[in-house]
RNA sequence: CGGGGUAUAGCUCAGUCUGGUAGAGCGUUGCGUUUGGGACGCAAAAGUCGGGGGUUCGAAUCCCUCUGCCCCGACCA
């Protein structure tokens, strides 16, 4: 590098660095091929992110300015809620996990560590346990609560498999919040603040997104929502009904009992042959009947060896709610195939609820249990039930329901009908409850003078996944389409040929003083690329709106104007384009 | 943690089956010509072929082993 060129990186200060040939910009034409969604291809090619290693990515200066104005709009929406910011420790010390027993609970995904004294700790996943040993040191008295602290910090979960870049890494950047509370009711009073807080927050930062119920899963608790981003790639499926505003995580939504009852026996019960018919499509098609006149049949692991769950043909076993019968150990596993043959003498395919052994509780969904007549597995290789009914032929333990729900199924609300569509968990707000405060001795002093233990809540948005699922939403062939609140700058200005043209150079840099001066956020392209190469860089990284200057522009006294989206440019005046950038 | 795949230049990949001088495109550097949708010419730099061991006169190539990474199954912001 000269001197010269050294020296003219070097600025004077309180002037902002937004001329690209002093920025680092690294966009690529290709890309590994194992980048597979979107979001992930574009954030490399954009130069967003490198990866370090599996899980773990470098943001680079242009990623780190979309992620920074994500994370502002949540530090300032959280700020105007009232909640106060604060900053943990990432290391946090075992002892503190061993207090709420989840050092050994968590599982895999915690990232022990050890110092060079050999005392553990781990790399945190969450922080529950360290905010709650603050409150317990800080909050004495009632008069101290409620109050909501929160942090946006750099989490590790030691993920199975991290896949899609950030979508899914295992080092990422959480904003979690925690609220301290006397009671229950004072609890829901700021939970509905969060609920409002966030639907503030993904609406500033113009995404389309929705609320859903959610599973409260292991934790337990009373009331959760999740915040999705709506996006045909999302990895949930979720639930909400055009007739009202009943939305939900497909875990959750409740699939409603029919209204019929269950039709008398006409068929006579018997054993046909089905050599190698083993999904339910093949044994319907086989034997021709619809999928809706079979049942399905699952062996999970239960408290006490395996149990049968049933769903009819067309429908899919929900895992979750599963997982809450009494049978089961709070969350489900299906058993192995060795299982299966150990318990019934038979390989999956040709299970079914009549003749399983009686050991084997079978337990049916609601939906299943009104069928007549109908097909099931044999419980023998190459073989299947035809005029199978409850009662008369298949043991039948409990009614429950097992089901995911499907489209067209009535709202669990009485309003409507279920829709499904794919979305991207970016936000959670849960009401905790008492478990962690009760754990760790988090008392406060009440007004008569008892010590009460706190009631919590806690709420996560994933600041760095807001990035790609915001990707994952707006994007075509070109590149990424920011919403104004994300994007690196609002505005480029584009010069054609500025090395050659002093009067193009002379233009451009003062259009992006003004639009500086006017306080907007403009980046000056003055690379000295070929058009082509600038239009399409400024494309892929998403700059919502482009104004060129060139000879030819200069010539006509006029600018030209493209929106990211717009398929033309047109030409407009100076003062048409500070109106368009309000 | 099971099953499958992969590792060669900064990036994307050939070359491996059939052992015999290390390749291409993109990118980078220099010079020149170019400047409205990823320009062109000439020149150049750049690789302990993931690590270790073995077979062989000779290994990117065959064998063993370790490791990283990716994909299909479990949790979650």
Sequence with gaps: MTAGRYNARLQPAGITRMRLSQFHLATVKEVPADAEIASHRLMLRAGMIRKLASGLYTWSPLGLRVLRKVENIVREEMNRAGAIEMLMPSIQPRELWDETGRWEKFGGQ???????????FCYGPTHEEVITDFARNELKSYKQLPVNFYQIQTKFRDEIRPRFGVMRAREFLMKDAYSFHLTQESLAETYQVMYQTYTRIFTRLGLSFRAVQADTGAIGGNASHEFQVL????EDAIVFSDGSDYAANIEKAEALAPTMERPAATAVFSKVDTPSQKTI??????LGVSPQQCVKTLLVRGNGGLVALCVRGDHEINLVKAGKLDELPGESALASEDEILAATGTRPGFIGPAGLPPSIPVIVDRDAAVLADFVCGGNADGSHYIGTNWGRDARLTRIADLRNVVEGDHSPDGHGILHIARGI??????QLGQQYAEALKATVV??????????????????SRIVAAAIEQRHDAAGIIWPEAMAPWRIA????????APEVSAAGEALYQSLIE????????DRGLRPGGMFADMELIGIPHRVVVSERGLAAGTLEYRARQDAESRAISHDELLGLLG
Aim: proline share 2%.
């Design 446 to 463: 009440d007004d008569q003078g008892k010590a009460q233990v706190m009631t919590m809540g806690c709420y996560g948005i994933g600041v």
């Design 231 to 234: 996006a045909d790639s999302g």
């Design 518 to 525: 006017g306080g907007i956020e403009a980046v000056l392209d």
């Design 493 to 500: 200005v584009c010069m054609i040929n500025p090395r050659n």
């Design 425 to 430: 968990e970016v936000g959670h707000v849960f």
């Design 281 to 286: 499509e093949d044994v319907a098609g086989f």
């Design 110 to 120: 915690l990232l022990k560590i050890k110092d060079r004294k050999q005392q553990e």
